[in-house]
């Protein structure tokens, strides 16, 4: 059966068109977020043809500083919020759930605190589309295709997909291009994203489009910062970029869309994890049953890959906060255990991040963080364990935004926006108010900035 989706289409007008009030408001806004992108990777994408012709019509800044934890999904509910993670709520990629082996992620738009740019044009009447963008499962957006991932037995991903979006316009796009995909591989998920943006923009036209592409990240996490399947996604991307913007000019929107490319995070090369939690279980804060499941807990690390929050099931266990105080700082002092930083509750909320662990650590160069509960408590990754055993990468992320090279890019093109503006240096709070402000619309309660200086209104 073909599925008709013309009846569930919104008869939405975008508020300022034709009204005179703010003649350079773009009609139609396009967010494409290029999950990993560097400011490392500028001299690679503007070799390339359609990146090079785009960067030399918009303005951009090549260093921005990503939220503490550098993770996706802080940051995304951060570019859509104009907030730290402390306010916005999503303070990593997963919740804690110390009694579940894989624990779920912060999937859904209920998790935000506060407004959010989709809820603001939303709310304007405006069309609103998503693609993979993280945190908006189960949001009021129009035509939602959210990341989520079926994390129980009797679940599949068409399932919770259909379930956490909208079900009508998905059953559509997995229809139509479904053979695109396998599972969640890349570059093959990508290719489908990127298929299902196409047809959006065509026959759809939303006035506010999110896409969250995945391959450059899947591809450094797999085989490292600098390898060649990164430079390959990267030019990947380039052929994205090319056919996201012949699209927008084959529909005839393009003279009155904006166009915004923009990074989440950097990465950096490890071959160390760190398994915090084998040590507090030796020291009797983490008890396992027979199974090897935990039971109970009186102190937890929470991985960030890059860094890690220490929790207590108790805020008011001294006893516990002593003893995780004690091993934090002697497993500092030895530098072969790779913790750079050990920051108290408050100091991690005056960093952006949640204020209501009892500890925050950042990992040195080279090491990062897992949650497992067996091994040995600093193991070194065989080149051979890389996407065969869990949590063993080649590069990862997570980490405090002001390492060196570890910033990101953001790019704007189109309507409203001037060109060649270049802006030297920026936080990821700053995106939000901005692309709002690029819209006519507010968020409220933010933590950045508006980038004045590139817009045209």
Same mark, same amino acid.
């Given at each position: 059966?073909?599925?008709?989706?013309?009846?569930?289409?919104?008869?939405?007008?975008?508020?300022?068109?034709?009204?005179?009030?703010?003649?350079?408001?773009?009609?139609?806004?396009?967010?494409?977020?290029?999950?990993?992108?560097?400011?490392?990777?500028?001299?690679?994408?503007?070799?390339?043809?359609?990146?090079?012709?785009?960067?030399?019509?918009?303005?951009?800044?090549?260093?921005?500083?990503?939220?503490?934890?550098?993770?996706?999904?802080?940051?995304?509910?951060?570019?859509?919020?104009?907030?730290?993670?402390?306010?916005?709520?999503?303070?990593?990629?997963?919740?804690?759930?110390?009694?579940?082996?894989?624990?779920?992620?912060?999937?859904?738009?209920?998790?935000?605190?506060?407004?959010?740019?989709?809820? #603001?044009?939303?709310?304007?009447?405006?069309?609103?589309?998503?693609?993979?963008?993280?945190?908006? =499962?189960?949001?009021?957006?129009?035509?939602?295709?959210?990341?989520?991932?079926?994390?129980?037995?009797?679940?599949?991903?068409?399932?919770?997909?259909?379930?956490? =979006?909208?079900?009508?316009?998905?059953?559509?796009?997995?229809?139509?291009?479904?053979?695109?995909?396998?599972?969640?591989?890349?570059?093959?998920?990508?290719?489908?994203?990127?298929?299902?943006?196409?047809?959006?923009?065509?026959?759809?036209?939303?006035?506010?489009?999110?896409?969250?592409?995945?391959?450059?990240?899947?591809?450094?996490?797999?085989?490292?910062?600098?390898?060649?399947?990164?430079?390959?996604?990267?030019?990947?991307?380039?052929?994205?970029?090319?056919?996201?913007?012949?699209?927008?000019?084959?529909?005839?929107?393009?003279?009155?869309?904006?166009?915004?490319?923009?990074?989440?995070?950097?990465?950096?090369?490890?071959? #160390?994890?760190?398994?915090?939690?084998?040590?507090?279980?030796?020291?009797?804060?983490?008890?396992?049953?027979?199974?090897?499941?935990?039971?109970?807990?009186?102190?937890?690390?929470? =991985?960030?890959?890059?860094?890690?929050?220490?929790?207590?099931? #108790?805020?008011?266990?001294?006893?516990?906060?002593?003893?995780?105080?004690?091993?934090?700082?002697?497993?500092?002092?030895?530098?072969?255990?790779?913790?750079?930083?050990?920051?108290?509750?408050?100091?991690?909320?005056?960093? =952006?991040?949640?204020?209501?662990?009892?500890?925050?650590?950042?990992?040195?160069?080279?090491?990062?963080?897992?949650?497992?509960?067996?091994?040995?408590?600093?193991?070194?990754?065989?080149?051979?364990?890389?996407?065969?055993?869990?949590?063993?990468?080649?590069?990862?992320?997570?980490?405090?935004?002001?390492?060196?090279?570890?910033?990101?890019?953001?790019?704007?093109?189109?309507?409203?926006?001037?060109?060649?503006?270049?802006?030297?240096?920026?936080?990821?709070?700053?995106?939000?108010?901005?692309?709002?402000?690029?819209?006519?619309?507010?968020?409220?309660?933010?933590?950045?900035?508006?980038?004045?200086?590139?817009?045209?209104?």
């Amino acid at each position: 059966m073909t599925l008709n989706i013309d009846k569930f289409r919104y008869k939405v007008t975008h508020p300022f068109k034709g009204d005179g009030i703010l003649s350079n408001t773009p009609e139609y806004l396009v967010v494409v977020s290029f999950d990993a992108l560097s400011t490392l990777d500028f001299d690679t994408i503007n070799s390339l043809p359609n990146f090079h012709e785009y960067i030399k019509q918009c303005s951009f800044c090549k260093k921005v500083y990503s939220v503490y934890p550098s993770l996706t999904y802080p940051a995304h509910a951060t570019i859509v919020t104009g907030r730290y993670p402390k306010k916005h709520g999503i303070i990593n990629n997963t919740l804690l759930q110390p009694k579940r082996r894989v624990p779920d992620w912060f999937w859904y738009r209920k998790y935000i605190k506060g407004s959010t740019l989709y809820d #603001k044009a939303i709310d304007a009447g405006l069309k609103t589309a998503a693609l993979l963008w993280p945190v908006t =499962g189960r949001s009021r957006i129009h035509y939602n295709m959210p990341e989520i991932f079926p994390n129980r037995p009797w679940h599949n991903q068409v399932m919770v997909s259909l379930l956490s =979006g909208s079900p009508v316009y998905q059953a559509l796009l997995n229809q139509k291009f479904g053979s695109f995909r396998k599972g969640l591989q890349q570059p093959e998920l990508d290719n489908f994203v990127h298929q299902c943006a196409l047809y959006t923009i065509k026959n759809y036209t939303p006035n506010l489009l999110f896409i969250h592409y995945v391959d450059l990240d899947s591809q450094r996490h797999k085989h490292g910062f600098h390898s060649l399947e990164a430079k390959s996604a990267l030019i990947r991307h380039d052929t994205r970029l090319g056919e996201l913007i012949k699209t927008l000019k084959d529909t005839g929107i393009y003279d009155n869309t904006a166009l915004v490319l923009l990074g989440d995070h950097s990465s950096l090369d490890e071959n #160390k994890v760190i398994n915090l939690n084998i040590i507090l279980k030796e020291r009797g804060l983490i008890t396992l049953n027979s199974k090897g499941r935990i039971t109970s807990w009186r102190a937890i690390s929470k =991985g960030c890959d890059g860094s890690a929050y220490i929790y207590l099931h #108790k805020n008011n266990d001294q006893e516990a906060l002593k003893t995780v105080e004690q091993i934090l700082f002697e497993l500092k002092a030895s530098k072969s255990c790779g913790i750079e930083e050990v920051y108290s509750g408050s100091e991690a909320g005056k960093l =952006g991040s949640d204020p209501d662990c009892s500890f925050m650590l950042e990992a040195s160069k080279g090491f990062y963080f897992s949650d497992d509960l067996y091994g040995e408590l600093v193991k070194e990754i065989k080149p051979g364990e890389i996407g065969r055993i869990d949590h063993c990468t080649a590069a990862t992320h997570g980490y405090s935004p002001f390492k060196s090279d570890y910033t990101t890019m953001f790019f704007a093109s189109g309507k409203g926006v001037k060109p060649g503006v270049e802006v030297n240096n920026m936080n990821l709070v700053d995106e939000g108010p901005t692309l709002a402000k690029l819209m006519g619309l507010q968020l409220e309660d933010v933590d950045g900035r508006i980038l004045e200086e590139i817009l045209e209104l």
